[in-house]
């Protein structure tokens, strides 16, 4: 079974940086479509990035466009997510879903918290 850990989150000031990471074991992500999700108390969760299995195609929402970046390498089965220019209302806990291509089996890390000062 694919269990996911995510990992860089933390305290940062308006403006700052954070790359985060969602590293997998007990599988490969090779064969997974991931998706960076967000969630704020009250909020329902909100899918941010996502990625395909091999690497070659990304989206954005539009809240995050041009100032995140999603990245993967299937070598290390991680995927990361570069967080620049970040804003008080990136506040959240962030996770990583990945969804297995073949069998659509979800599978979810236990979130890291990105909390940004102004």
């Known amino acids: 079974q694919l269990r996911l850990v995510e990992s860089g989150g933390g305290l940062v000031q308006f403006g700052g940086s954070l790359n985060l990471s969602c590293a997998a074991s007990g599988g490969a992500l090779d064969y997974n479509y991931i998706v960076w999700f967000r969630q704020t108390p009250g909020k329902e969760r909100e899918g941010i990035s996502c990625?395909?299995?091999?690497?070659?195609?990304?989206n954005y929402a539009d809240s995050v466009k041009g100032r995140f970046t999603i990245s993967r390498d299937n070598a290390k089965d991680t995927v990361y997510l570069q967080m620049n220019d970040l804003r008080p209302d990136d506040t959240a806990m962030y996770y990583c879903?990945?969804?297995?291509?073949?069998?659509?089996?979800?599978?979810w890390g236990q979130g890291t918290q990105v909390t940004v000062s102004s």
């Open positions: 879903n990945a969804k297995q291509v073949l069998t659509g089996t979800n599978y």
């Open positions: 990625i395909s299995a091999s690497g070659t195609n990304a």
